[in-house]
């Protein structure tokens, strides 16, 4: 879910703000969620496959 967001902000922002620079929101939206998967994402998502029961 985490990684959709890659996809969706250029789309949404094209639509919602038709004037916005592309050069600006794009790099906005690698250079904020990337790091905080990589920072805080991954070591949730770990915790969350260790928690579940294993069948």
């Known amino acids: 879910a985490a990684s959709a967001s890659y996809i969706a902000v250029p789309a949404a ?3 919602a ?3 916005a620079d592309p050069g600006l929101y794009i790099p ?3 250079g904020l969620t990337f790091p905080f998967n990589i920072s805080i994402g991954m070591p949730l998502y770990w915790l ?3 928690w579940i029961p294993t069948v």
């Open 28 to 30: 906005m939206a690698l």
């Open 17 to 19: 703000a038709p004037k």
């Open 48 to 50: 969350f496959i260790e």
């Open 13 to 15: 922002m094209r639509l």
